[in-house]
């Protein structure tokens, strides 16, 4: 059974940083992508950030790039979202989410595409 759990989030002024973890079991070698979400209330679900547990490699929102980065430990089964800088608009639910195979670069970042789910982690911006 695939299980993700999501957590690190709290209370963080502007300007600060915050690294979320998600851990992960069950997965198969076809789970490639470990992504994060995020939703704002009254907002839709937002792609952040996505890492290919293979070969590292990586993608990110507009919004965060230059700001966040993600890494993955798979040894610890365990992937990272390193979060500097932060502003209000940063607010949010964080979820993980995985897919078995692969997606088009396109789709990465597209939570229709991702049937596991993590719980979410609070993540609040705020003096």
């Known amino acids: 059974e695939v299980q993700l759990q999501a957590f690190g989030g709290g209370l963080v002024q502007p300007g600060g940083s915050l690294r979320l973890s998600c851990t992960f079991s069950?997965?198969?070698?076809?789970?490639?992508?470990i992504t994060w979400f995020r939703q704002a209330p009254g907002k839709e679900r937002e792609g952040v950030s996505t890492v290919n547990r293979r070969d590292g490699s990586t993608r990110y929102a507009n919004s965060v790039k230059g700001r966040f980065t993600i890494s993955r430990d798979n040894a610890k089964s365990t992937v990272y979202l390193q979060m500097s800088d932060l502003k209000p608009e940063d607010t949010a639910v964080y979820y993980c989410?995985?897919?078995?195979?692969?997606?088009?670069?396109?789709?990465?970042?597209?939570?229709?595409?991702?049937?596991?789910w993590g719980q979410g982690t609070q993540v609040t911006v705020s003096s």
């Open positions: 989410a995985t897919r078995a195979n692969r997606l088009v670069m396109s789709a990465l970042l597209d939570a229709a595409q991702y049937p596991y």
């Open positions: 069950g997965l198969t070698s076809s789970h490639y992508h």
